[in-house]
C-alpha cells in the first residue's frame, strides 16, 4: 500500500486497522452483497498498486476503464468532509455499491475522517430498517423519491444528504422543501471522482446553481461547455459536454449536454430544461427526445414510460399548451413500456432515439 493514504476503518461501529482489514477482507459474508463490494474495494485500497480502475457510467459516450490515483481519492474526499464538516463523531450511510465512484468515495470519507461507516440495503429503500440518526449518506434520486413515498418520516434521520447520478426532477425538489435533513444535489463524474460542485436544494439557501468546492477552477469553452481545472484530482483540464450558464463566481446552471440540444427550424431546444418545466405535468417516467424532419431537421418529442388514454393524452396536451411556447411545445407524444436508463439512474438518451427511429422506420416501412 502507497505510503501516506488512510488505513483504518470504522465499519458498522468495529475499528479495523490495516492488518485487521486486509485479513478481515477475507470473511466478509458474500451473501451481502454490499459487504463483498466493499470487501473487494478494501483488496485493492490495500494492494501496492497507487491507482484503481474504475468504470465510467457511460452517459457520456460507451463506459470504458480509467485509472484512478488513490492520492486523488483522498484530495476529494478530504474536499467534501471539509465543506461538511465531517468528522470522528459522525455517522455515515453506506448505500450505493462500491463498485461505482459514488460508492467508493463514501468509504474512503469514513477511512479518512474515522466516521462510522453503516451498511445498508443498495435497494430502492435504503432506510427501511434504519432506526438511528445518521449524520450523512449519499443517494440517487430513486432512493430518496422511494423513501419519501413509502417513509417520507425516515428521511428525517438524515442530518445532510447528497444526492447525485441524476437530475432531480421538479416533482421530487418540490417534495423535499418540506424536509427538515439538509439536501444538496451534487455535479461531477467518475473522472472528476465524484462530485466536485454542489447545490443545495432546499432550505433558505436553496439555489439553482452549482457552486464549486475549494479549489475547483471552472470555465466554458467556445461551444459555453463546462472545462474542469481541478490539480488535486486530475492532472489535466477536463472539457466536458455539459452546456452550463456560467458567472464568475464559478457557480453554474446546467443547461443540459450539447449533444442532447434540439435543433428544430433553426430553434434550440435543450431538452433538460424542458423536462423541468413539463415534470409538474408528469406523474410517470419521460423524456423529451428528437427524431430527423425534412424541413425543420429535427422535432421535438415527448417520450412516455406509460400509456395513455385518449382522455388523459388530450389533458396532456392541453396542460403542455399552456404551459410551452409554441417553440417548445413537442409535435409528437410516444409512448414505450419503460425509459432505457444508464447505471445510476441516467436517463440512456440514445437509446431512447434509436427506439423512436426504429419505431419511425418501422411506421414508414408498414406505410409504404
Known sequence: ?????????????????????????GHFPESDSLIASV?????????????????????????????????????SAAMTNSFFQLEKAHQALLCLSPEYIAGKMM?????LSGMNLLTSTVGSNPLAECVRPIDFAAMVPLQVSTILKHDPDKLSLVSKLIIGGSAIDARLEALLQ???????????????????????????????RFSPLDNIRLSTDSRQCLVIDAPALHNETLITNDLVELRNDGSFRMLGRVDDVIVSAGHKIHPLLLEKKISPLLPYPFVISSVPHPEAGSETVLVIGHTYGIGELFALWKALEEKLSPVEMPRRIAFIEQIPSLPGEKTDRNAVRKLLLQHLSKNLTEHT
Open 107 to 111: 468509504i474512503v470519507r469514513a477511512m
Open 178 to 208: 418540506h424536509q427538515q435533513t439538509k439536501c444538496w444535489h451534487t455535479y461531477g463524474m467518475t473522472e472528476t471522482i465524484s462530485h466536485i460542485a454542489l447545490r443545495k436544494v432546499n432550505g433558505d439557501d436553496r439555489s439553482d
Open 1 to 25: 500500500m502507497p505510503e501516506g493514504l488512510p488505513n483504518s476503518l470504522r465499519l458498522n461501529g468495529q475499528l479495523l486497522q490495516q492488518p485487521e482489514l486486509a485479513a478481515a477482507t
Open 39 to 75: 470487501n473487494e474495494f478494501l483488496r485493492l485500497w490495500f494492494d501496492d498498486d497507487d491507482s484503481i480502475d474504475q468504470q465510467t457510467s457511460g452517459s457520456t459516450g460507451q463506459p470504458k476503464l480509467i485509472r484512478l490515483s488513490k492520492q486523488a481519492m483522498v484530495n
